[in-house]
């Protein structure tokens, strides 16, 4: 029998969503082992006054296998 178990975490990128969640993963993955998926439950963009975007923002909910 499997246990699994889900986090919430919050990312960040100048570049886009994609990397956003890249980043998230990457960061979540040097401590969190067995990390079966990620579910983008949000997205934002951060804007400048004139409508330019200036950073992705995302909330991940990632899943792991318990030990």
Do not use: P, Y
């Not at 986090?7 to 079966?36: F, H, P, W, Y």
Request: aromatic share 4%; charged share 25%.
């Amino acid at each position: 029998m499997s246990v699994a178990k889900i986090i919430e975490v919050s990312a960040s990128s100048k570049t886009s969503v994609e990397d956003a969640v890249r980043s998230g993963l990457k960061k979540v993955a040097e401590t969190v082992k067995g990390i079966q998926g990620a579910w983008v439950s949000e997205t934002k963009a951060v804007t400048d006054d004139q409508g330019n975007i200036t950073e992705w923002r995302v909330n991940l909910r990632i899943t792991f296998l318990v030990q």
